[in-house]
């Protein structure tokens, strides 16, 4: 299978990739001339492209014209997750992107049991960002998922309400993930919260704010794994898994 890169430099049949792709290769990989790659422009369309020449920190390419990307859903699925501890949420971001997650928003919760400043989260999103990308390309997306800066939990339940539908994961209870409607959904917010799950004050607020409670049985799920589950039920019920 053909190494996959990503870049915006497509036009007019020929397209140019710098930085630390283009190093990978033609150093890395020890790209030559006439070898064929795909590239993906980041708006899930894709490119079979053929090395035509190298420069210092460049790659140029001759590209057929391009095509849908097949490994991009249906539907966007963005996924507000609480805070975890330790390294799970890279855990969480690789899994998702691979699953067909769209975006990722890390939310501080009152259960949360690590509590990073704003600045402090800021810096480490090029490396999350990076995670993603890793997980796309080896995934074949047409898309790099966004990492999104953290929210406050207030900030979670205003931006959930901009989908079609929001899906709260809720241990305390509520419709199986079977009954919830997706029909038609373009969008979709999975609300998923840390360690120990959500106060149920604040259960309650994400359902006046239009959250559906799902219930995903008597298992009690980490919070790492709870997302992919959810996320790989809404890929099978929108036929995309």
């Keep these: 299978m053909p190494h996959r890169y990503f870049t915006t430099e497509i036009s007019n049949g020929t397209a140019t990739l710098r930085g630390a792709d283009a190093h990978h290769l033609s150093r890395v990989m020890r790209g030559r001339l006439g070898d064929t790659v795909i590239l993906c422009d980041g708006n899930a369309v894709e490119y079979t492209a053929t090395i035509t020449g190298f420069g210092p920190e460049t790659v140029e390419f001759s590209v057929e014209p391009g095509y849908p990307s097949a490994a991009e859903?249906?539907?966007?699925?963005?996924?507000?997750?609480?805070?975890p501890k330790q390294d799970k949420l890279e855990q969480i971001i690789q899994k998702s992107v691979e699953l067909g997650a769209t975006r990722i928003v890390p939310v501080l919760t009152r259960r949360c049991i690590s509590r990073p400043k704003p600045a402090e989260f800021q810096k480490k999103?090029?490396?999350?960002?990076?995670i993603a990308a890793s997980a796309a390309k080896q995934a074949g997306r047409?898309?790099?998922?966004?990492?999104?800066?953290?929210?406050t939990f207030a900030q979670a339940c205003a931006e959930m309400q901009q989908a079609d539908r929001a899906i709260l994961l809720y241990e305390g209870g509520g419709v199986r993930f079977d009954e919830a409607d997706l029909h038609d959904c373009r969008s979709i917010a999975l609300i998923v919260g840390s360690e120990g799950g959500f106060d149920p004050e604040e259960a309650e607020q994400l359902q006046q704010n239009g959250a559906v409670a799902v219930w995903l049985g008597h298992r009690i799920l980490r919070c790492e794994t709870a997302p992919l589950a959810a996320i790989s039920i809404v890929m099978h019920r929108t036929g995309n898994l």
């Excluded at 999103?125 to 990076?130: A, G, V």
């Excluded at 047409?142 to 929210?151: C, K, R, S, W, Y």
């Design 125 to 130: 999103l090029p490396r999350l960002q990076k």
């Design 73 to 83: 859903p249906s539907v966007e699925v963005t996924l507000f997750v609480g805070y």
């Design 142 to 151: 047409g898309i790099i998922p966004e990492i999104a800066p953290m929210l």
